[in-house]
């Protein structure tokens, strides 16, 4: 079976700074690669996903992450962050094909200050 | 609807009793997911419907959970003999099916936030 592992469970960040947001990732099969973002009091939401193809996928809100095959890696970073991007980031992996096996991590608190 | 909805939004329980949640998927989503999330601990994978079937049920915590699905629409999450242990959010998500690769993508409902006292 596959897990996820995020570094961090709390980002601060002053606003417009950039942030990278850390998700590991093990599993014997190749597989699918996720962001959801949850803001206060919601549900969660996909920020981007890698299925296949480019290794660096672009995604909604200005953030953009880059599947490392070889470091087993799925980083989500953007350049520059808004008060707006404050929520909690969870990286997902599923095997390909098959959703009822997503996993996700224990997420990461970004918090953007003034 | 246009989202998942997931009633009641918030419950408030005594230990003991028993607890009925609820999940409307997206209209035409034939797969539904129940996932409960508690503070720190990320997702924790529950269990899946395709249709009305739940073909592995081993995320279920323990006997006191169960979960059906009707019609393969409407989903309930029942927690019976609560424990204060139970407490969390509980998050309902559908696809189009499981085996949805041509997005991969989950889209949640808000949760239902259970407080067992």
């Known amino acids: 079976a596959q897990s996820v592992t995020q570094l961090d469970s709390q980002v601060p960040v002053f606003e417009e700074a950039p942030v990278e947001l850390r998700c590991n990732y093990s599993s014997s099969v190749s597989v699918y690669l996720f962001w959801y973002v949850q803001y206060p009091n919601q549900g969660l939401q996909l920020l981007l996903k890698?299925?296949?193809?480019?290794?660096l996928v672009k995604g909604i809100n200005g953030f953009e992450a880059e599947f490392n095959k070889s470091q087993t890696s799925f980083h989500l970073r953007k350049p520059s962050v808004h008060i707006s991007d404050t929520a909690e980031y969870f990286c997902?992996?599923?095997?390909?094909?098959?959703?009822?096996?997503?996993?996700f991590g224990a997420g990461t608190r970004l918090t953007v200050k003034p | 609807g246009a989202g998942v909805s997931q009633s009641p939004s918030n419950k408030v329980t005594e230990k003991g009793k028993d607890v009925e949640l609820r999940c409307d998927p997206i209209?035409?989503?034939?797969?539904l997911y129940w996932y409960r999330q508690s503070l720190g601990q990320g997702l924790e994978f529950l269990i899946y419907f395709q249709g009305n079937s739940a073909p592995d049920k081993s995320g279920l915590p323990s006997d006191r959970f169960s979960a059906e699905r009707t019609g393969g629409s409407v989903s309930t999450l029942t927690i019976q003999r609560t424990q204060q242990e139970d407490s969390a959010v509980y998050l309902c998500?559908?696809?189009?099916?499981?085996?949805?690769?041509?997005?991969?993508?989950?889209?949640f409902g808000e949760g239902s936030r259970l407080t067992v006292l």
């Open positions: 998500a559908s696809s189009l099916s499981v085996f949805a690769a041509s997005t991969g993508e989950l889209f």
């Open positions: 890698y299925l296949s193809g480019s290794t």
């Open positions: 997902a992996v599923s095997p390909p094909y098959n959703n009822n096996d997503m996993r």
């Open positions: 209209s035409g989503h034939t797969a």
